[in-house]
């Protein structure tokens, strides 16, 4: 007898889309075909829905704490995970941050303390690196083994401005078998963009130009051809970063980026709002025409995976008064509970991707870039019975009241969505059911992730791995 039977949906697999039955025993994907007559503990008529493996969200910022003031989100890692779960996410990978006088191993412990029990998701952790030093660059080689496989370094402040920095930090990952995902932004363009005058939202996004973008992505693309390490560039929202990401795989080179939700969900107009300072993030939105080229370049394949970017910071804490400068507010966007209904809706129910592109972007090829495939990314036997049953043609009405938002506000209020996650299911546990968060809390487990994989582009393996 299965655990759980889910029967009659339209089932994503790795071959394409059929109407099969998933039956999940002892949290693992058991079997996979026309199971009618099968018993099973609980069995669910999924008529109707589309089932996908469950989301995963490669870059979030649980509990964040703002780099210029300290001020602090008001999540954390139950709520976050809570969250997430509802907008169909099973698994997370978060940050660990330097802690002054800590080596990287030492603060991911740290990080990890403050996660362990508290997740009702599995989750794994990319190591911040801002400063490197002969103690630091020994001390990454214990990282791997700790289940960690991907370094963040933040191009626009700290060690990282210094690209000389950066490629020995690639030169290190290329060694170990790990990645290296980068803020693209150049220090001194945005520094030159900053102007004398005083900085409010209506005037935030020409402070951080597409061309700050397009300058650090071009120069770590040479570094990490160079070091020949794998590169990711996380957060990608302009043409000309674009373009250097797409040559870069023209010539054999492991380059794999990503899109937010919020770039693709909205455009620098939001600036001009009344409530612009909710939308200050970095980089920024960006114009219309860029947001349309990264939906061209997920459906495409020049970016290979979606993320939400979220940061809890309260709604009081985002708002400034007209004509104050904004640089206390901490930057960053609360859109965890609604980021992937926002992508199925714009993206796939609006006709820019089919749902199996939506599923290499929304999980299988994060789960093959940071080592977790194919225990995450895929509905397959022996596979952990990480499930979202979505609802494709439910409309509604983005509304905070309705959501479970600790923050108090959410990006894309008042939006008319199409797709809704209804049911959620995180190695055999469900989730989250007809909308709501039904879990335990502290399900959650650390993952120890493998070395990086190339994704997938209508799959088949987006090559190379490793140039
Ligand atoms: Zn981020």
Partial sequence: ?????????????????????????????????????????????????WVVPGLIDPHLHIADVATATGARAVDDFTSATIAAALSGVTTVIDFAYPVAGQLPPAYLAERRAEADGRTVLDY????VVDMLDEGTLAALGALPALGCRSF?????????ANPATLYQLMRRAAELDMLVMVHAE??????????????????????????????????????????????????????????????????????????TSHHLGLTEAAYQREDGALFLCAPPLRSAADQTALWAA???GTLQSVCSDHCGYGRDLKQAQPDQSIEQIPPGIAGLQTSMSLILSDGVLQ???????????????????????PQKG?????????LCVIAPHAQWVVDPADLYVPWGWNPFAGRVLQARPVLVIARGEVLVEAG???????????????????????????????Q
């Avoid at 794994?124 to 190591?127: E, G, S």
């Avoid at 951080?208 to 794998?230: D, F, G, M, N, Y």
């Avoid at 709501?436 to 088949?460: E, I, N, W």
Wanted: charged share 20%; aromatic share 6%; hydrophobic share 45%.
């Fill in 1 to 49: 007898m299965y655990d759980l039977l889910l029967s009659g949906g339209e089932v994503v697999l790795p071959t394409g889309i059929a109407r099969v039955d998933v039956a999940v025993t002892g949290g693992i994907i058991a079997e996979i075909g026309d199971l009618r007559g099968e018993s099973a503990r609980r069995t669910v008529d999924v008529d109707g829905t």
């Fill in 378 to 386: 895929v509905i397959a036997p022996g596979s952990d019975a990480d």
């Fill in 152 to 160: 963040k370094a933040f191009m626009h402040r700290g060690g990282m």
């Fill in 186 to 259: 150049n220090k001194e363009m945005l520094e030159a963009s900053r102007g004398a005058d005083t900085l409010t939202a209506a005037t935030f996004a020409a402070s951080r130009p597409p061309i700050s973008e397009s300058l650090a992505t071009v120069q770590a693309i040479h570094l990490a051809k160079a070091a020949r390490c794998p590169l990711y560039v996380v957060h990608v929202t302009e043409q000309g970063s674009l373009t250097a990401i797409r040559e870069a795989r023209q010539r054999g080179q492991a380059v794999w980026g990503e899109a």
């Fill in 124 to 127: 794994n952790l990319h190591v």
């Fill in 298 to 300: 997920l459906a495409d």
């Fill in 436 to 466: 709501r968060f039904v879990g335990a809390s502290g399900g959650g487990r650390y993952l120890h992730c493998g070395a990086p994989r190339a994704p997938l582009f209508q799959g088949k393996v987006h090559a190379p791995v490793i």
């Fill in 351 to 373: 006709g820019r991707m089919p749902l199996t592109r939506f599923v290499e972007i929304a999980s299988t090829n994060p789960a093959r870039i940071f080592g977790l495939y």
